[in-house]
């Protein structure tokens, strides 16, 4: 077959977990897996499936994929045969340099196109400066490698835990590579610990269970539910408003800030629930990502329940370390005045990283910032006033989350800009003033039904049903959110809707059939190149 | 396992029901389930051009697709495949200009059938990635978002009690003809045949939001150029339009106005610019337009044919 043709193969048949062809591929993957003999060829099946998965989702970047899963591999073992402690560490430390280097070198090299640019062009003033940045991000890869930034993480993780003897260094390339590279997390994570995942994914025994596949298919269903019914309807007015944001003030501007909150939420949980959820059906627990986030009362507990297994990451491999090692204390001059653990300090460190893991743009140092200065000031706050009560009564509830939320809700405007091609920091600010402007509620009544027409036959009729589907849809997404967060304690929805009585169970399953459906329809079958907002980081 | 296999059965039922539908109002025939195909069903022109291409091809929207292509030949004594589909934007023309030079590179005749409403940047469709991709892959046309739409559209036309297809069918006997008062969008109070008062009803959503698509008419420049250096030649054909919709709509619009010097660039160019439409119409009678847009197809539809073949011979 001619590279060509290959390229038309993939092009024909896209591959994304709101998709076609994941429909054909998981029932093929896992039902070949459990059919297979119990041994290493079902490691080695599951991982030709992850590796086929991955190659229609992104076929010219599994080459990146293979090369960084043989540097971990061997990097892996290179760290744990240092005898001493402090030689493993060296070697990990080495390690993971090589691989943050990998990452920048893949992920940021239009950054630093932009960065050397100019002073390519001072040393020659001839330069076509376009072409240049265009030739040097063209030269080193193929674009933004798929779910690099997530896969080199839990590489990361894996080769620290190997260094502090957390978990033994894995010899088995083909269970190595399978941890790298299992088709359910390795576009977008959730970003998964050795210790727990390499034993699972190395389990060829598992017999194929009914009852937990069931319940794997019930949470797929809310997270496709989540993705397709909400937000990606979402998009349509997120997308309409901020593809041409200086259009747009006012209230319209809140609302689609409002509006993108709500997407963002349900987009990443909604695929955290479809991965847990198909990988359930092979008998492997994932990681959980989202703890209800929306429902804090403080930014602490907003990052406790939001990317769990990124903020955990962070807090393990970055947070924690700084502050052990009062590196702060090492600082010249000011070092020697210093007499706490720098806990502020790392703060801010590690959500500027968390800032610069989601983007190479400005607009995300300053998301970083934002969320840093928020933690942080809540942190002074209780310093100052003490801590507040446990369990506070129902309005003061209210208002922490409503606070809570409205911060969250405006500095993802700056996330949201970064999102766009040409999005600047300026045009992020400068949108967030716009909000105070007063436009009238028919202004941005009428921007909302020509938002929600963009892509749609120009019929009002057809505007107003998709506005009454999207507002349906959200409403019932929020309520389940809810029922989860309060009445199941946290617990498994998925649960909780099978143990129903038969009329409302299959009153909820025909509702998230069908929600599915139209919502799949609305992107086309995925056929019109949408994705999940995390798979671009 | 049973039971999972019977739950997902029973919801897949309303779904298929859906699809029934689908495939009873989807607006290509795409399956070639149903007796007629409607003229300008974009899919079946692509796989003709496929089994029996040609040197000469029409691009084009449903006003160049019902052209009668045996007339053309016989007029023009040479082949053309017309390639034209219902309701395509510029953007899609081009698009699809774009991978017939690539694929076909035999092609030495163009033939782009266009208009004010095609250069409209408010409508500015883009199938033209779902057409490639449905040919190879018939799930991206059962889950396309457009089709999907058209079909619930056609769905609402059928029971309001209207015909669906078009191409041979839009012939109507003047006896038949039923007029009515009209308030136009554009607020002329007219009386006018229900045809044509329903037509400038259904145009106004996008003519009202008129602006030049000035990417895609630099795009058409440039392929101007790019054919002209290749030695292919270029047409750009505007049919003609009911002339109330030239009154009622683009000069109360001013969008004839906007697009003077569209054509101008366009005569200035290296094609060849037939323009029916706003600057050269014909002195057709009432009688031979079917609708605000498309041509009687049994009383003008051929003359314009002949004028047009008359040109491009």
Redesign the interface.
Known sequence: MSFAALESLTANWPMAFSSVHFLFFLPLAAGVYFLLPKGKIRQLWLLLASYYFYFFAAPKHLIVLLGGTLASWLLGLFAAAGKAPKNRTRRMVFGVALLVFGLCFFKYNGFFADILSPAFKALNPALDVEAFKKGLSGYFTTGEALGISFYTFTAIGYLVDVSRGDVPPEKNLLDYALFIGFFATVTMGPIARAGSLLPQLRDNTRRFDADTAAKGLVRMACGFFKKLAVADTLTVFTGAVYGNLAAYSGGTLTLAALAFMLQLYFDFSGYSDIVIGAAQIFGIRLPENFKNPYFATNFSGLWSRWHISLSSFLQDYIFTPLVWSRWTEKLPAVGKKVKNPPVLSSLFIVFMVSGVWHGDTLCYLVWGALQAAFRIGEELLHRAVGKPKKKPSLPVRIGKTAVVLVLWMESLVFFRVGLEKDGGVMAAAAALVRQFRFVSPATVWGDLVAAMQTGFFPSPLIALLFIAFTLGCLALAFWADWVQCFRLKGGDLAAGIMGLRAAPRWAVYLLLTLGCFAGFIAISGGFDGTSFLYAGY | ?K??LR?III?LI??LL?YGLFLRFEPNNFFGLRAETPSGAVFGAIRQYRENPSASVIVGDSRTAHLDMDRVEQLTGRRFSNLAFGGASLKEELDLLDWLLKHYPEINEVVLGSSFYTMNAAYNFDRF??IE?AL??P??Y?????Y??EAM?NLIFWLQGEKLGGGQDETEDPANYKWADFTTPTGYEVSLRGEIGNYLEKIA??TEKWEPNTKQYERLLELIDSCAEKGIRFVVVFPPMHPAVREYDVEARGIDAGMAPLLAGLAASPATLLDYELTSPPDFAEDQYFDGFHLDYQRGLPEWTEMLCEELR
């Not at chain 2, 059962?142 to 457009?146: G, V």
């Open positions: 396992m039971k999972i739950a919801l309303p779904i859906y990635s779902t991709t190879a892959n799930f991206a059962l889950t396309s978002k457009s999907n739409l559209q959503p996008y």
